[in-house]
């Protein structure tokens, strides 16, 4: 019994993609949405923090833009896993955030955002 749960918690371990399999093209489109408040470029905030290599950054943290109490204290990291919950719902991952977006619907857009907000990476 305890051997099985081992197994299967070894597989989900090894099945999670450590990269985003979605189109990077959809995901540019996906990204459309967001535009209007963040951008990706350094030290470029809007109604929303930049989002310039956001993947691995820790929640709250950009520079000069003033968060709401709940994402200033959210403590997350951005992987994969969490930036994908969030999008998909963001009052549920960070209840009280001021992120005035209701969500993306499908699954295969928040592959595809992630996708391309990876493939937007700057290695420093
Ligand atoms: C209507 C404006 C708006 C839209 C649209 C929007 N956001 Fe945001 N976003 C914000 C604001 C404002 C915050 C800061 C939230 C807070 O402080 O609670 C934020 C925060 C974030 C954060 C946390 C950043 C950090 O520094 O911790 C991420 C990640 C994020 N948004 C991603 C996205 C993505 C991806 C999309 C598109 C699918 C999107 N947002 C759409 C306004 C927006």
Redesign the pocket.
């Known amino acids: 019994m305890i051997k099985s749960a081992w197994m299967i918690l070894a597989c989900a371990m090894l099945t999670s993609p450590a990269w985003a399999e979605g189109d990077i093209k959809s995901g540019k489109k996906?990204?459309k949405?967001?535009?209007?408040?963040?951008s990706l470029k350094p030290e470029d905030n809007k109604?929303?923090?930049?989002?310039y290599n956001?993947i691995g950054?820790?929640?709250?943290?950009?520079e000069g833009?003033?968060?709401?109490k709940?994402?200033?204290d959210?403590g997350?990291i951005?992987d994969l896993e969490t930036?994908g919950d969030?999008?998909t719902k963001?009052k549920d991952v960070?209840p009280?955030?001021?992120?005035?977006?209701g969500g993306?619907k499908k699954p295969q857009q928040v592959d595809d955002?992630l996708a391309y907000?990876q493939s937007e990476m700057v290695s420093e």
């Open positions: 996906v990204f949405k967001c535009k209007a408040c963040h109604v929303g923090p930049t989002l956001i950054g820790n929640s709250g943290s950009v833009f003033r968060y709401s709940a994402m200033a959210a997350l951005w930036l969030f999008v963001p960070v009280g955030t001021s992120m005035a977006f993306l955002l907000l």
